[in-house]
Nanobody, 126 residues
Framework: QVQLVESGGGSVQTGGSLRLSCSASGSTFSSYAMGWFRQAPGKERDCVAAISWSCIRTYVADSVKGRFTISRVNAKNTMYLQMISLKTEDTAVYYC???????????????????WGQGTQVTVSS
Protein backbone atom coordinates (compact mmCIF):
# COMPACT_ATOMS: atom_id res chain seq x y z
CA GLN A 1 0.00 0.00 0.00
CA VAL A 2 1.16 3.53 -0.72
CA GLN A 3 0.11 6.89 0.69
CA LEU A 4 0.20 9.90 -1.61
CA VAL A 5 0.35 13.57 -0.68
CA GLU A 6 0.16 16.37 -3.25
CA SER A 7 1.61 19.83 -2.73
CA GLY A 8 2.42 22.90 -4.76
CA GLY A 9 -1.04 24.03 -5.75
CA GLY A 10 -2.15 27.62 -5.46
CA SER A 11 -3.50 30.65 -7.26
CA VAL A 12 -1.74 32.17 -10.25
CA GLN A 13 -2.60 34.47 -13.12
CA THR A 14 -2.85 33.31 -16.70
CA GLY A 15 0.55 32.65 -18.15
CA GLY A 16 1.98 31.74 -14.78
CA SER A 17 3.67 28.55 -13.66
CA LEU A 18 3.35 26.04 -10.86
CA ARG A 19 5.08 22.81 -10.00
CA LEU A 20 3.05 20.16 -8.26
CA SER A 21 4.72 17.46 -6.20
CA CYS A 22 3.40 14.09 -5.14
CA SER A 23 5.21 12.44 -2.25
CA ALA A 24 4.74 8.74 -1.70
CA SER A 25 5.28 6.60 1.36
CA GLY A 26 4.48 3.17 2.62
CA SER A 27 5.56 1.01 -0.27
CA THR A 28 8.09 0.69 -3.06
CA PHE A 29 7.42 3.84 -5.09
CA SER A 30 9.42 2.65 -8.06
CA SER A 31 7.11 -0.31 -8.59
CA TYR A 32 4.12 1.89 -9.45
CA ALA A 33 3.06 3.61 -12.60
CA MET A 34 1.99 7.12 -11.67
CA GLY A 35 -0.35 9.72 -13.01
CA TRP A 36 -1.79 13.18 -12.53
CA PHE A 37 -5.52 13.74 -12.86
CA ARG A 38 -7.60 16.84 -12.52
CA GLN A 39 -11.24 17.57 -11.87
CA ALA A 40 -12.89 20.89 -12.48
CA PRO A 41 -16.27 21.74 -10.91
CA GLY A 42 -19.06 19.88 -12.63
CA LYS A 43 -16.68 17.83 -14.78
CA GLU A 44 -15.25 14.35 -14.71
CA ARG A 45 -11.80 13.57 -13.41
CA ASP A 46 -9.42 13.28 -16.35
CA CYS A 47 -5.85 12.17 -16.74
CA VAL A 48 -3.52 15.00 -17.71
CA ALA A 49 -0.25 13.09 -17.52
CA ALA A 50 1.14 9.66 -16.71
CA ILE A 51 4.54 8.09 -16.35
CA SER A 52 5.84 4.54 -16.16
CA TRP A 53 7.94 3.38 -13.23
CA SER A 54 11.23 3.83 -15.10
CA CYS A 55 10.22 7.07 -16.87
CA ILE A 56 10.68 5.36 -20.22
CA ARG A 57 7.07 6.04 -21.12
CA THR A 58 5.14 9.23 -20.54
CA TYR A 59 1.78 10.53 -21.59
CA VAL A 60 0.49 14.09 -21.66
CA ALA A 61 -3.06 14.98 -22.62
CA ASP A 62 -3.49 17.02 -25.78
CA SER A 63 -5.07 19.85 -23.81
CA VAL A 64 -1.84 20.43 -21.88
CA LYS A 65 0.78 19.21 -24.34
CA GLY A 66 3.70 21.59 -24.60
CA ARG A 67 2.76 23.22 -21.29
CA PHE A 68 2.81 20.40 -18.72
CA THR A 69 5.70 18.04 -18.03
CA ILE A 70 5.55 14.97 -15.84
CA SER A 71 8.58 13.53 -14.13
CA ARG A 72 9.53 11.40 -11.17
CA VAL A 73 12.55 10.77 -8.98
CA ASN A 74 12.24 7.28 -7.57
CA ALA A 75 15.09 7.81 -5.14
CA LYS A 76 13.03 10.60 -3.58
CA ASN A 77 9.67 8.80 -3.81
CA THR A 78 8.34 11.87 -5.57
CA MET A 79 6.54 12.69 -8.79
CA TYR A 80 6.23 16.16 -10.29
CA LEU A 81 4.01 18.05 -12.68
CA GLN A 82 5.61 21.18 -14.06
CA MET A 83 2.94 23.49 -15.44
CA ILE A 84 3.73 26.58 -17.50
CA SER A 85 1.65 29.01 -19.53
CA LEU A 86 -1.32 28.26 -17.33
CA LYS A 87 -4.79 29.04 -18.62
CA THR A 88 -8.04 29.65 -16.79
CA GLU A 89 -9.28 26.29 -18.05
CA ASP A 90 -6.50 24.59 -16.07
CA THR A 91 -8.34 25.52 -12.88
CA ALA A 92 -9.15 22.27 -11.08
CA VAL A 93 -8.29 20.03 -8.19
CA TYR A 94 -5.22 18.03 -9.16
CA TYR A 95 -4.75 14.50 -7.90
CA CYS A 96 -1.83 12.15 -8.06
CA UNK A 97 -2.43 8.44 -8.33
CA UNK A 98 -0.48 5.18 -8.27
CA UNK A 99 -1.16 2.00 -10.24
CA UNK A 100 0.25 -1.38 -9.22
CA UNK A 101 1.89 -3.99 -11.38
CA UNK A 102 1.98 -2.13 -14.67
CA UNK A 103 5.48 -3.09 -15.74
CA UNK A 104 6.50 -0.51 -18.30
CA UNK A 105 2.92 0.23 -19.22
CA UNK A 106 1.25 3.54 -18.60
CA UNK A 107 -2.07 3.93 -16.91
CA UNK A 108 -4.30 6.69 -18.22
CA UNK A 109 -7.73 5.57 -17.07
CA UNK A 110 -9.05 6.36 -13.64
CA UNK A 111 -10.10 2.74 -13.07
CA UNK A 112 -6.52 1.55 -13.60
CA UNK A 113 -5.29 3.33 -10.49
CA UNK A 114 -5.24 1.83 -7.04
CA UNK A 115 -4.22 4.70 -4.77
CA TRP A 116 -5.07 8.39 -4.76
CA GLY A 117 -3.93 11.50 -3.00
CA GLN A 118 -6.27 14.03 -1.45
CA GLY A 119 -5.80 16.57 -4.20
CA THR A 120 -4.44 20.09 -4.41
CA GLN A 121 -6.32 23.09 -5.78
CA VAL A 122 -4.94 25.00 -8.75
CA THR A 123 -6.71 28.24 -9.59
CA VAL A 124 -5.76 30.28 -12.64
CA SER A 125 -7.30 33.71 -12.98
CA SER A 126 -7.19 36.25 -15.78
Amino acid sequence: QVQLVESGGGSVQTGGSLRLSCSASGSTFSSYAMGWFRQAPGKERDCVAAISWSCIRTYVADSVKGRFTISRVNAKNTMYLQMISLKTEDTAVYYCAAARARGENLATMEREYDYWGQGTQVTVSS
